[in-house]
């Protein structure tokens, strides 16, 4: 019997049925302080192999920032990051056929994070990777490169940060690509602003 999806935007092709459904926004309690958690190990250490790859790469730098700058200046990197990683999203979205929308929803209740959503709109499960694994792949080695190679080493620094929160940010995604590996290549996905459904092939009439 297929299971019962919360969040239904499209009937799917008459050879497909819905299956179910996937709650991001279902992840609670220790399931999601240990995502958190992770992200915060990984925005680390992602940092700290980029500036030490530049160090290794272009010698010891020196970088100075006021107390009162170094705060806007995060906050500059955070707003600029979740901006690029959604719209590579929306893009990739909209490359492959879908309609992006783009907002705001909260985690565990109390998380706020911004999303990219195509509800109403069926990807197979090859373009679905796609969609969810290309900020990560795209913006990483961007961004990587620039503070690998810019002389200037407040540049680097704000390009190595903006790169690792690019990839700490990126665990939703890498959670959700996990899912749908889970699935066969002929299933069909719609994303939603609270996860995803999927749709696999009708059994033929006996």
């Not at 092709?13 to 999601?32: F, Q, R, T, V």
């Not at 010891?60 to 979740?82: C, D, Q, R």
Request: charged share 15%; proline share 4%.
């Amino acid at each position: 019997m297929s299971k019962k999806a919360t969040e239904v935007g499209h009937k799917g092709p008459p050879d497909y049925e819905l299956d179910g459904h996937w709650n991001l926004a279902g992840i609670k309690g220790w399931g999601l302080v240990a995502m958190l958690a992770g992200g915060f190990c990984i925005f680390g250490v992602a940092l700290i192999l980029g500036v030490g790859a530049r160090g290794i790469l272009r010698g010891e730098g020196e970088f100075h920032i006021s107390v009162f700058l170094a705060f806007p200046i995060f906050v500059g990197i955070i707003a600029a990051t979740v901006i690029l990683h959604e719209a590579v999203h929306g893009l990739m979205f909209l490359v492959l056929g879908g309609k992006p929308r783009f907002g705001v929803k909260l985690i565990g209740g109390f998380f706020p994070v911004v999303y990219a959503s195509a509800t109403g709109s069926l990807l197979s499960r090859n373009h679905y990777l796609l969609v969810g694994l290309a900020p990560v792949l795209a913006l990483t080695p961007l961004f990587l490169l620039t503070g690998m190679l810019v002389r200037d080493d407040g540049i680097a620094i704000i390009a190595l940060t903006t790169m690792a929160m690019n990839i700490a940010s990126s665990i939703g995604d890498l959670m959700v690509a996990w899912k749908i590996r889970q699935h066969g290549s002929r299933t069909l996905f719609e994303d939603t602003a609270d996860g995803f459904n999927w749709y696999r092939p009708s059994r033929p009439n006996l």
